[in-house]
């Protein structure tokens, strides 16, 4: 996945730089977790595997063992019969400088509307455990597509990683824009662009290390945007 390294001061030009459409792109409301769960019961059928399919969220497990597994196939036939508009990222390669753990054998990475698919969920991973291998694969279906009334100031978008940083010293600021996306083991039911911080503290001897992540909504909405809310923000600021 790609980051920008940034200082918190260059927050608001930064924001303010991906917004380059006259428009942000829309959210998307999800299909309850039912119409996930039957959208991904198609792969069982498609393919002679043991799958199993979690009723509460429509997240896709494949057991072990893994070697042999069409994954490209089951990962193409899934993202054209259950997900919309979504594409594999193809230069995620080119663009990531920083690879995933050991425990990781392959990661894939997708796009919805041309727009990349940020945190745990949008994607295929496959696992290589001790315990055995298995893949993930959380490609939802879209269930309505909302446009967003417009962008939110970039000096709010400051504002929240001003807050989020505090009194650090030492640390990395890394950013990125996209649809800010639940892993496959939480329910989604609105998924909105977003601009996600990540903040990784200095590292110390003795000490284990930390980050901490927010996702700020990129688009202001007519629900919690107006001026009953106050200071112009969701009650899902972060999501």
């Not at 036939?77 to 753990?101: C, G, I, K, M, Y």
């Not at 284990?208 to 992540?213: A, K």
């Amino acid at each position: 996945m790609f980051w920008d390294d940034l200082m918190p001061t260059e927050t608001a030009d930064w924001a303010a730089a991906q917004m380059r459409s006259p428009q942000p792109p829309p959210n998307l409301v999800f299909a309850p977790p039912p119409e996930q769960a039957e959208a991904a019961e198609r792969i069982r059928f498609a393919f002679d595997r043991h799958v199993e399919i979690s009723p509460r969220t429509g997240t896709v497990r494949i057991a072990g063992p893994v070697d042999g597994l069409p994954l490209d196939e089951i990962l193409d036939f899934f993202v054209n019969t259950a997900s919309f508009h979504r594409d594999l990222d193809h230069e995620v390669e080119l663009r990531t400088d920083e690879q995933p753990p050991k425990f990781v054998r392959r990661q894939v990475l997708t796009r919805i509307e041309g727009t990349a698919s940020l945190g745990p969920g949008g994607r295929m991973t496959w696992f290589d455990l001790p315990s055995g291998d298995f893949v993930d694969i959380s490609l939802r279906q879209r269930a309505e597509r909302v446009r967003a009334v417009g962008w939110r100031s970039p000096r709010e978008v400051e504002a929240a990683v001003a807050a989020m940083v505090g009194d650090a010293r030492g640390f990395r600021l890394r950013a990125a824009f996209g649809y800010s996306e639940p892993s496959g083991y939480e329910v989604a039911g609105l998924c909105r662009p977003s601009f996600v911080f990540v903040l990784d503290g200095p590292p110390m001897e003795g000490a284990p290390h930390w980050r901490v992540s927010i996702a700020v909504p990129a688009s202001r909405d007519d629900d919690g945007d107006g001026g009953a809310a106050g200071r112009g923000q969701d009650s899902d600021w972060c999501v």
